[in-house]
């Protein structure tokens, strides 16, 4: 029938994720890890943002299309993008307009490490008995089951990352250094000292010890 070939056609959750109704409450589950790993503490370092925009489509294209796939399953078609001013359809996340406006946002992220700047970058939708995020800085996609996400971290934590990409992770400056000053808030090293003839100068030898006590000659 023709309702039964509808039903066929219809777009199902991906076979990879996990589904919101078969995950226990108050959990996040991280169905896509970040595409690649930053190459220094910032999210400009991202290989498949900096390697221009035939890398960032190849890298993102399958992504995002099982995230528009994993929408429209929940009756989700309209999906727009809300990172970009013109709010362009979802499936358009991998197209030039997209990628040049990211890279001009992205770089004025550069003075906090990647960790902190990714959270700016999710985008989340909601549909009946869960909803799910997807990063547009990384493409990393999380998952949940209820009407709001859990305030926890997602789980399980992510491995180093997909398959043959960089296993080098972004570690973040301690909490008691100032992150937001250049060099992460660590003055620089003094300058070598210099005397007048040119090269450093060596520190003087320390004076030799005096020598031991004796007595004069005819002395007691």
Not at 5 to 10: E, F, I, K, T, Y
Not at 17 to 42: A, K, L
Request: charged share 15%.
């Amino acid at each position: 029938s023709r309702l039964a070939m509808a039903l066929v056609c219809l777009p199902r959750w991906p076979a990879t994720w996990i589904p919101p109704d078969q995950m226990p409450d108050g959990q996040v589950i991280q169905v896509e890890h970040p595409i690649s790993v930053p190459t220094s503490r910032t999210a400009s370092s991202l290989p498949h943002i900096n390697s221009g925009l035939t890398q960032w489509k190849t890298s993102m294209n399958d992504v995002v299309m099982l995230f528009y796939t994993a929408l429209e399953s929940h009756s989700i078609v309209a999906a727009c993008c809300d990172k970009c001013p013109n709010q362009h359809t979802f499936v358009h996340v991998v197209g030039p307009k997209h990628y040049r406006h990211l890279w001009s946002v992205v770089e004025n992220y550069d003075h906090m490490p990647y960790e902190q700047a990714r959270e700016h970058f999710w985008q989340e939708w909601l549909f009946r008995g869960g909803g799910m995020r997807f990063n547009h800085l990384d493409g990393a996609v999380e998952v949940w089951r209820g009407a709001v996400r859990p305030q926890v971290p997602p789980r399980p934590q992510p491995p180093s990352m997909r398959p043959g990409a960089a296993t080098d992770a972004s570690i973040p400056l301690p909490p008691s250094v100032d992150q937001t000053a250049p060099n992460g808030g660590i003055p620089p090293p003094p300058p070598p000292r210099t005397s007048s003839s040119g090269p450093p100068t060596a520190p003087a030898p320390p004076a030799p010890p005096p020598p031991p006590y004796s007595t004069l000659p005819g002395q007691p």
